[in-house]
């Protein structure tokens, strides 16, 4: 028998419903997310290549939602990685929002006034082929306890800071022990009010949201929002709209930020469809953000003249409150900037 690492024996004798189970169990192989899906064999070499890039990774409860032998799914493009990813492009880059120079201390990004990014978890449940991370030296913003009171001692002493934002990689890969302790750590801190989670586990596998979460979710001082990102109305599925309401229940804003994707979302239907089934989940849209120019993603591209005449159609189509913000992250700008 293969002696398998403490968290992974874990993650197997796990219940298969668990999310743990699941996150261990994702597809992480290019030519069985190809087969299962019946493409093509002409696709294997593309995913291969890519995927020797930024490895393949797709939950069951994700891959689910995407049609067979459907190679322009919305869902699937955003997961099988192609040849084109090895191609470069000129302006496209590995760090392309610098947050290299805004780490005051391990795991936490101080970029924007009154508001931390804290790295929680170095990994996500699904690898998204056009993510602005993928290139993110994770391994080294993954902070032990011990290493996280640097954090939070920066926190601590710095009163202008009233919103703690947990990131990643996806901050909910991390255990409810963890987050717990840190979330409690957290509001010790008296000028903390908000806490806010970016977070696409709720979306690709819903059984995130169990009863550990929302224990120590329901259970803190800070106010609580969090912030989903789901690209096209097909993520959203009843598991998703049952775990959606669970933490609407726990007392937590709901948000959605999206990016606009060539092949996924470039479209006013699939864009209008997308805010109106989020709002029937209780999600309001926050941000649409057009591509950051990360190497490996310029066929997700497109182009801002494109993206600001998409988002003046879709004016017509919903009310002011289902209309999501377009930005773009211009590094050393002292926020989002509206396009
Ligand atoms: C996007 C981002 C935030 C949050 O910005 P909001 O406009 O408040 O959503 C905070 N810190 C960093 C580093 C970010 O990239
Ligand atoms: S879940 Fe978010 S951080 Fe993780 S790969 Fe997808 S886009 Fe990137």
């Given at each position: 028998m293969i002696v398998a690492s403490d968290n992974h024996e874990r993650a197997s004798q796990?219940?298969?419903?668990s999310w743990q189970h699941q996150l261990s169990h994702a597809i992480r192989d290019p030519k069985l997310l190809c087969q299962r899906l019946g493409?093509?064999?002409?696709?294997l070499p593309g995913a291969q290549t890519g995927h020797a890039l930024f490895e393949v990774r797709v939950p069951e409860a994700y891959f689910k939602r995407i049609a067979h032998?459907?190679?322009?799914?919305p869902l699937l493009r955003q997961v099988l990685p192609l040849g084109d990813e090895a191609l470069a492009r000129p302006?496209?880059?590995?760090?392309?929002?610098?947050?290299?120079?805004?780490?005051?201390?391990?795991?936490l990004i101080h970029k924007y006034a009154g508001r931390v990014l804290l790295?929680?978890?170095?990994?996500?449940a699904v690898n998204c082929r056009?993510?602005?991370?993928?290139?993110?030296?994770y391994s080294e913003n993954a902070p032990s306890r011990a290493q996280w009171q640097e954090a939070l001692d920066y926190l601590r002493f710095e009163?202008?800071?009233t919103e703690a934002i947990l990131s990643g990689?996806?901050?909910?890969?991390?255990s409810d022990r963890q987050l717990a302790w840190l979330v409690n750590e957290l509001e010790a801190i008296p000028h903390l009010k908000r806490l806010r989670i970016h977070t696409r586990l709720p979306v690709v596998i819903?059984?995130?949201?169990d009863s550990a979460l929302l224990g120590w979710l329901s259970n803190t001082r800070l106010q609580k929002v969090l912030v989903l990102h789901i690209n096209?109305?097909?993520?959203?599925d009843p598991a998703v709209i049952d775990a959606c309401a669970r933490l609407k229940a726990a007392g937590v804003t709901l948000l959605n930020q999206s990016v606009l994707l060539r092949g996924v979302n470039d479209e006013v239907s699939a864009l209008a469809t997308l805010s109106e089934r989020l709002f029937e989940a209780g999600v309001l849209p926050y941000y649409l953000h057009v591509l950051?120019?990360?190497?490996?993603?310029?066929?997700?591209d497109v182009p801002d003249d494109e993206a600001r005449a998409l988002v003046t159609r879709l004016r017509d189509h919903l009310p002011g409150f289902l209309m999501p913000r377009l930005v773009r992250e211009i590094p050393g700008e002292a926020s989002k900037t509206p396009l």
């Open positions: 796990a219940q298969p419903s493409l093509d064999d002409a696709w032998n459907a190679p322009d799914d302006g496209y880059v590995t760090d392309p929002l610098e947050e290299a120079d805004h780490r005051p201390a391990r795991g790295i929680a978890s170095p990994t996500c056009y993510c602005f991370r993928r290139h993110f030296p009163p202008s800071i990689g996806d901050p909910l890969a991390a819903p059984d995130r949201v096209h109305a097909n993520e959203i950051d120019p990360v190497q490996g993603a310029a066929h997700f």
